[in-house]
Structure formats: structure tokens, C-alpha cells
């Protein structure tokens, strides 16, 4: 069968279509803001935090697009990462429309299709994307617009918010206060390893305002996605789709492109062991960057589905036998330095840090706390 025209992308909304999204926003008492990658740039990230302010709305950002909205901004919604906190969770599930800007709603957003549920969503949904192709392909929207994001916020902003539902106050609170809840790190020990927390924690404190973070792929990855703060001056850099290697390429790139900025690694002993070496590069141009390696001795993700299909039958393929990850870096002629003990991380993350070229920080991780929130032991006894 013959393929017909292909539809007419637009700039902007139309005069009709905002009026109608105006009509949904002003309509919802519990409406949700999920923010994508296709926002971007002063100009577009102005207007996303200018929207939720003046329309009361909280944000939620998709999956790696961690740097859209401040996590510590009062109308800050949360993360839907793949498998978003449970508890995050069931309070977004509570909104009555969802805003889906810049945002193509992949599996890993959508929680497995299931938030919004496909194909038709359980709350009213706006689906802003720029390739009307897309727009209703998976998902049916109540309005989809296949337009530029930055266009649907400045032409929403210039409607202006009319009368906001007085409940909305109350439900921004609540989504940001369940946000700060999951983003607290309540230290927990491990007796094989150090909790990665610990590290992510102690970054946090030494983090720059404009830093560039990168993570590779891996359970390892879940837990700067879970406790890692960032802002829209930082940038945020991740594989979507589970590919293991970019990290540490992707970190000296960005190091080698913005000059002067504080780049930041998260990479685990897998996907270093396939990529590193691109470590060479950023001791050659002098890149300071710091690449924390999270080395639980295993390919994690594919250890914990094991853990879950085949309890207590541990695949050898998934045991790694690694270098010294420290004196690796020192090899290259990076700085190296390790992470035995959660008492080791405030001081060398800090050290690390101010270290004034490329550094490679190892962490003993446990693996056993394989994500925060799951353990191996737990996921065998089930």
C-alpha cells in the first residue's frame, strides 16, 4: 500500500492548539511536567523553569536527562529513570495530565510502557515533540503537537497562566517533597564492599556548577541517576539503551570540547576494561577529568539477572578478574587513587577532586548492594 504525504512538522503550535493546551493546563488540579532531552541551551531551559514557575507545575525529567530541571528547585518532581523509586512513583501516578516536552517516551521513561500506559495513556496527556511522525506513533495523546518544545513553552508563557486551580500548590509540595525523599542518602554499610552512595554523596559536596558528568552503562549507573544533584548549568551524559563503553570516551570528548569545565566519570569495572584506554588521550592534552571506577569484580546487571532467573547459580562469565584499577591509571599517568571503606570516601573524593589533572578514583564497591534498590541476597531468596 502506497505510503501517503509525510505530516507537515511545525515551528510553533497553532493559535487553535495552544488555546487548547492552555485550556488542559488551567483544567488540571494534579498536572505533571515531564521534561526531556530535546529542551536545551539558556534559552530553552529558561523558559522550562519559568513555565513550572508561573503555571505552579512540577518537573519531572525523562531518563538521562538528568541536567532539564535543578533537582533542588522547589517544583523539582523527580527522576523517571528506568524503575523509578516505587514511592516516587505512586505519587506521580496520581496526576490527572501529563506535559511531555521534548521527550520521544521511550521504554525506560514509561517505566515499561506502563506510565503513561500504552497505548492509551490513564491521565490526559499533551505529547510535545518535534517529529509529527512520532507524535501518536506508540502513545494517544489527548493533544500532540509535533513542534519545537522551546516554541510550545514561550507560546504557552506568553498566554499567560490565568486562574491556576488553588490545589495545585499543595500537589507541587507534595511531588517535591516525595523527590527529596528518594534523593536523600541514608547511609547503609555492606560487608563486602563499599556502598556506592557513599561516593555519590561525597561528590555531591565537590560537584561544580557547570560540571559535564558522564556514565557509562551498568547497575553501577543507578546510583549518581538516584542520588547525584544536578542543575542546568551541569550536563548530563548517558547511553539510553544499556550500551556498555562510552563513558570514558564521552568524558574526554566533553573535556577536550569545554575547556576549563569540571568533567566527572562514572564508569564500572566492565566497561572500563572495554573503552579506558581512552584514558591515553586525556593524559596526552592534559583533560583533567576523573573517572570513578565502580568495581564490584563483576558484570552487575547481567550478575542480578542472573540472581533473579537462576538463583545461586552464578555464571563464571559474570566474575570478573580486574587489574588494580589505581595503579591502571597511574600507568597511563593519571593520578590514581582508591576507595576501600565508606570512611575513605569524604576525604579522597575531596582530594580527587581538587586534583588539578586526569585522576582515577577506584572504589572496592559491594556487590551485593547492586542498585539502590536491590540486593543479591535479597533477590535470590525470593
Known sequence: EPLGPRPLNRLAPSPEDAEQALSLLLEAEKPLVIAGGRIHGPTGLGALTEFAEVFDLPVAVSQRRFHVFDSRHPNSAGRLANRAPAELLSVMKETDLLVVVGERIGPSMSQGYSFPRAPIPDQKMIHVWPDQVEVGRVFQPTLGLGCEPYEFLKAMLAAGPGLVPSARKDWVKRLNNAHNSVMEWNA????????FGHVIAAINEHLDKDAVVTTDAGNFSSWPARFLHMGQDNLFIGATVGAMGPGVPSGVAAG???????????????GVMMTGNELATAVQYNVPIKIFVANNSAFGTIRMHQAKAFPRRVSATTTLQNPDFKAWGEAFGAKGFLIESEADAASVVAEAMAYDGPAVIE????????????RIDEIESR
Not at 188 to 195: E, F, I, K, L, Q
Not at 363 to 374: K, V
Request: charged share 10%; glycine share 12%; aromatic share 2%.
Open 256 to 270: 577536550l570540547s569545554s575547556p576549563g569545565r569540571q568533567i566527572v566519570v562514572f564508569v564500572g569495572d566492565g
Open 363 to 374: 572504589t572496592r564497591m559491594s556487590l551485593n548492594h547492586i542498585s539502590p534498590a536491590a
Open 188 to 195: 547503609v554499610s555492606a560487608n563486602d564492599g563499599v556502598v
